[in-house]
């Protein structure tokens, strides 16, 4: 599957020349090969959990960056895995320089970052998206954990609720539905909730005309939360896990 979604997009860019149909023709093979990736949602409880789940295909996992931050990538293999280098790279260099790792925020900004700078330079775009977890220090003495989109389009945003790969404007649909239903009240969603509303976010992601087998790939979800412990201090672990696959992969 993502092999045909690859030669889509490097077939666009070596058959035309340069200029703004060129452009347009990558920016479409782009979406064309988000539009044939397994589906993926993340739902923030709006203070200290996230959700996370996946059908799971031949793609990406949920892939812990450093003590404080899981990252999960949609899209052309190639796209996703050097996305995942580059931040590694830029987290390590954080710490050498000044000790500590970068935050959800800083992650989203340096991904965004990658995705112009190839755009920039008149690389093809990337034909990926990320949903980065990371967790910081709160208000009143609690971790917060906190969700980021980065999109196609290379914008890098603080959400609730976000989807990647095939079809995400219906699964947003779905989480937006869920959220708003809960408006007024003050506690956030339960655990039960949170799984509830990605899953139905899943299903209807997957009703779309996508690979023949999409809707039949195991489902695989984690709920992530903040931590102390006593060898990294502040840390986001999976503390419930529904896992036909593992979810998570350690570097």
Not at 11 to 17: D, K, P, Q, W
Not at 50 to 67: C, F, N, Q, T
Not at 190 to 219: F, H, I, Q
Request: include cysteine; aromatic fraction near 4%; hydrophobic fraction near 40%.
């Amino acid at each position: 599957m993502m092999f045909f979604a690859g030669f889509l997009l490097f077939s666009s860019v070596f058959s035309r020349g340069y200029g703004a149909s060129y452009t347009l023709q990558q920016a479409e093979a782009a979406r064309k090969v988000m539009n044939r990736c397994d589906p993926a949602v993340g739902i923030s409880d709006g203070c200290d959990a996230v959700m996370v789940s996946a059908i799971r295909g031949h793609s990406s996992v949920l892939e812990r960056l450093h003590p404080r931050a899981m990252v999960l990538g949609r899209g052309f293999r190639h796209d996703v895995q050097y996305l995942m280098d580059a931040l590694h790279k830029a987290s390590q260099k954080r710490m050498e320089l000044f000790g500590e790792p970068m935050t959800g925020e800083d992650l989203a900004a340096e991904a965004a970052r990658q995705l112009h700078s190839a755009t920039v330079t008149g690389s093809r775009p990337f034909a990926c998206e990320l949903l980065i977890v990371g967790c910081t220090e709160g208000s009143c003495g609690r971790p917060e954990v906190t969700l980021h989109h980065v999109g196609l389009d290379g914008v890098a945003t603080a959400v609730r609720a976000a989807a990647i790969g095939r079809n995400p404007g219906a699964a947003c649909s779905v989480l937006q539905e869920k959220l708003n239903g809960r408006a007024g009240q003050e506690q956030g969603p339960s655990v039960d909730e949170l799984l509830s509303a990605a899953s139905d976010a899943l299903k209807e992601a997957a009703k779309t005309p996508g690979p023949p087998s999409a809707d039949k790939l195991p489902r695989a979800s984690a709920l992530v939360r903040a931590v102390r412990s006593p060898e990294n201090g502040l840390e986001l672990v999976v503390t419930h896990a529904w896992l036909p696959t593992p979810l998570v992969m350690l570097r």
